[in-house]
């Protein structure tokens, strides 16, 4: 398949072609004859175009983005993990391939984007300019950006680990039809965050030049693979170092060191980190009860459950309320 401008929603429809199933509302499920999962795209107010999908297909999908519009970036957060459903008949801990990343790219160039067979597929795209970014940044910083961080980032190809910063929205978008309150705004406000962090840990890297423990490119897959067993299923216990220094294939002192280098925390305290934040999310869904938030990230005690989250966030869950999509303090 062929997408030749930037355009998530057209790219939809003809995806919609291609499994022989009817867009309704900018949204489709794939048909059962190639797969599972979901397709949805929108044109935010700001004009950013976005395409959300989370999918396992039966046959491997390509899409060739031609070279076209000298205007637009792309900015795109990939998750490929095991099948869910795989590890149900299992029973047991996949220990498959796993790879989270973030890739910029520019509409200048062509590039084709790969949904794959037999894997689960999660992945959120956007098309932004330099009028985007104006909205979030100074003309001084905008000029920085464009000259040195992201020039960079396209020519080596770089592929961002998915970190905690990320973690949240990309949730809150990975969700197959979202009916929040003024829907549109809410889709734009992580979009525009998650640009905002991309931009911020280019700052960040930058400062750290030089700095940085050298690995290589198959050290950093394996610490991503870790990190996404980590954060997976967080009403499972977490993988023991023991599990985790053989998926890598790194001793667990070399792993604890490379991992804390690459995402900034040990590991344990990045799992409990990303443990609340998705404890958070939940709650700014306003659809479940304190207890059963507290079952879906693994606390079968309400009260421990309450204190630890207490001391991420500085107030209990108890004391926050969800109103339009957004965390209220009520107390």
């Known amino acids: 398949m062929q997408l030749e401008k930037p355009d998530f929603v057209d790219l939809l429809y003809l995806l919609g072609d291609k499994f022989k199933t009817k867009v309704t509302n900018q949204h489709f499920a794939v048909n059962p004859a190639f797969g599972k999962g979901y397709f949805w795209a929108e044109k935010l107010p700001s004009g ?3 395409m959300v999908s989370d999918t396992c297909l039966i046959n491997n999908l390509e899409v060739e983005r ?129 640009l905002e962090k991309y931009i911020v840990k280019l700052h960040e890297r930058r400062d750290l030049k030089g700095k940085k423990v050298k690995r290589s490119d198959d050290e950093t897959l394996r610490l991503m693979k870790v990190e996404a067993l980590l954060v997976k299923n967080f009403a499972m216990a977490p993988p023991t170092i023991e599990e985790l220094s053989r998926i890598s294939a790194m001793s667990p002192t070399k792993l604890k060191n490379d991992f804390k280098s690459l995402y900034g925390l040990p590991i344990y305290e990045y799992y409990q980190k990303n443990r609340m934040l998705k404890a958070k999310s939940l709650l700014v869904l306003g659809r479940y009860t304190i207890r059963e938030i507290g079952i879906q990230v693994g606390y079968s005690n309400l009260s421990h459950f309450a204190n630890t989250f207490k001391k991420e966030f500085g107030f209990l869950p108890s004391e926050i309320a969800a109103k339009d999509g957004v965390l209220v303090y009520s107390k």
Request: charged share 25%.
């Open 48 to 50: 950013v175009i976005v």
């Open 66 to 194: 031609m070279e076209g519009d000298k205007n637009y970036f792309l900015l795109q957060f990939n998750e490929e993990a095991a099948d869910e459903t795989e590890l149900v008949v299992k029973g047991k801990r996949n220990h498959h391939e796993f790879q989270s990343f973030i890739k910029l790219s520019h509409t200048m160039a062509p590039e084709t984007f790969v949904f794959p067979s037999e894997k689960r597929l999660r992945s959120v795209k956007f098309f932004f300019n330099k009028n985007h970014l104006s909205s979030l940044l100074g003309k001084q910083a905008i000029d920085e950006v464009l000259t040195q961080h992201f020039p960079v980032e396209m020519k080596n190809d770089n592929q961002e680990p998915i970190a905690t910063e990320y973690r949240v929205m990309l949730d809150d978008l990975w969700t197959e039809k979202i009916t929040e309150p003024l829907r549109l705004n809410y889709i734009q406000n992580r979009v525009f965050l998650l």
